[in-house]
């Protein structure tokens, strides 16, 4: 249990992170066969393969550059609508953290930053079933449970987002490729949601365990 973690820490929970979508492959996968293409699984863990070796080789000085490292992989090597999207999500902390910790307040900050900039390069909106319906509430409880310390509050942001996933299947798809099955979508969650879930769970696991 840390309530403030150093450059080394959040380099390790980033990590832990990485390896939890490499090992979620096949459940993104199948997520995306139900109401997409079916590549989400093979980007995402792609993309956090890389993310994991760029934090290795870049010994990151800051907490910003370690979010910003797994961010430039991602954004090189996912492809898809994905890579763009969670590419955006890792490198958008990086200009609101300063200094080598990262604490409550950073941790919400980090996911309000990611949030907006997702809603600025990709334009969908809460409610239209994508990996939003899962990050916004997580940022929204986050920033709601800072009083309480980083591990509560990475805690509140993975449980939100759980909660995220299960609402995104009732929801029908207004964005994506998912768009076209319209109600169709209805009954499957979103599998970009399930991926923030996957993030934010691993993290608030790695946090407790710092
Ligand atoms: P593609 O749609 O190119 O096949 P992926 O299957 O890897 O890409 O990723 C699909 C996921 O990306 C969706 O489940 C959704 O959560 C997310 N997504 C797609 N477009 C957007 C967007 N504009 N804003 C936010 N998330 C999006
Ligand atoms: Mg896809």
Not at 141 to 168: F, K
């Amino acid at each position: 249990m840390a309530d403030q973690l150093t450059t080394a820490e959040v380099t390790a929970v980033l990590t832990a992170a990485c390896d939890a979508i490499v090992a979620a492959k096949d459940r993104l996968t199948q997520a995306d066969q139900a109401i997409g293409d079916g590549d989400h699984g093979v980007g995402m863990a792609r993309g956090f393969t890389a993310g994991k070796q760029a934090l290795a080789e870049a010994s990151p000085g800051s907490a910003g550059e370690a979010f910003k490292a797994v961010g430039s992989a991602v954004l090189a090597t996912s492809g898809g609508a994905s890579g763009a999207i969670f590419g955006t999500l890792f490198r958008a902390p990086a200009k609101v953290l300063d200094g080598d910790t990262l604490d409550a307040e950073g941790f919400a900050s980090a996911l309000e930053a990611g949030a907006e900039q997702v809603m600025r390069r990709g334009k969908a909106q809460v409610g239209q079933k994508t990996m939003l319906d899962a990050l916004v509430p997580a940022a929204e409880a986050a920033r709601s449970a800072v009083p309480d310390g980083l591990t509560a509050t990475a805690r509140a942001a993975a449980d939100a987002a759980a909660e995220g996933v299960e609402r995104s299947a009732e929801l029908v798809s207004g964005f994506g490729k998912s768009k076209s099955l319209g109600e169709r979508s209805v009954g499957h969650p979103d599998p970009g949601a399930i991926s923030v879930s996957v993030l934010l769970a691993a993290m608030a696991d790695a946090i407790d365990a710092s």
